[in-house]
């Protein structure tokens, strides 16, 4: 019964740097999305997924690439770190069918540091 | 200007008070509107959520929509410590409901 797991939680990246994010959830969502948390401005959507195959961009996707193979997985890709990046990204994941489209399980977070 | 404006707080109130959290939008087509509450380095979770107008209730939570005014409202009835954290609005339309725009949240400190 994990729900939505990201890994790492911290990491400390050099400006230029890329690195990956990974979110995998174990409950058949079809639905996936990455948002970021900076400090008094809530959460920001970078991109989504509506499922395997399908990925579009959020509110603020520049400087970053997804994907999404399987159901499970959909990982964040920095392409080259910029200390803008420096925030707290979260990996959400919902069911698309009827009510329960509106319930959102996000993961535990990643804080991400760019120096 | 935002779609989603949120008070933004802090706010501090003793043990046992009413707490009433808002947020206002200007997107006439979000139709469910979501509270999540988010406890400091934890990811958001999902507290209540309305579909249209009207109030919901469970427990010591309200959730209010008022479509007319563009304005939803979260109140907590006697307050505890345990409900100390930041409290986020979100909303989304029918049309792309998996879209949530949130609002900047407000973070509630309930005081022994």
């Known amino acids: 019964n994990a729900g939505v797991t990201q890994t790492p939680k911290f990491q400390v990246l050099k400006t230029g740097q890329s690195m990956t994010l990974q979110c995998a959830q174990d409950?058949?969502?079809?639905?996936m999305s990455w948002y970021r948390q900076d400090p008094g401005m809530g959460l920001r959507l970078i991109h989504y997924?509506?499922?395997?195959?399908?990925?579009d961009q959020g509110e603020v996707p520049n400087g970053y690439n997804v994907s999404r193979s399987t159901t499970e997985d959909f990982p964040l890709r920095l392409l080259s770190a910029a200390p803008s990046q420096t925030s707290v990204y979260f990996c959400?994941?919902?069911?698309?069918?009827?009510?329960?489209?509106?319930?959102?399980?996000f993961g535990q977070g990643t804080r991400l540091t760019v120096v | 200007q935002k779609e989603v404006e949120q008070d933004p707080g802090p706010l501090s109130v003793p043990e046992g008070a009413i707490v009433s959290l808002n947020c206002t939008y200007s997107?006439?087509?979000?139709?469910?509107f979501m509270w999540y509450r988010q406890y400091s380095r934890k990811g958001p979770e999902l507290l209540m959520y309305?579909?249209?107008?009207g109030n919901k209730e469970d427990g010591r939570f309200t959730a209010q929509v008022d479509k007319s005014s563009k304005y939803i409202s979260l109140f907590i009835r006697d307050s505890q410590p345990s409900d100390s954290a930041t409290y986020l609005c979100?909303?989304?339309?029918?049309?792309?409901?998996?879209?949530?725009?949130f609002g900047d949240g407000t973070t509630l400190t309930v005081k022994p």
């Open positions: 997107n006439s087509a979000f139709q469910y």
């Open positions: 997924s509506v499922g395997a195959g399908i990925t």
């Open positions: 959400a994941s919902r069911s698309t069918v009827g009510a329960l489209g509106t319930e959102a399980f």
């Open positions: 309305t579909y249209s107008s």
């Open positions: 979100a909303m989304s339309s029918n049309t792309n409901a998996g879209k949530s725009t």
């Open positions: 409950m058949n969502h079809e639905y």
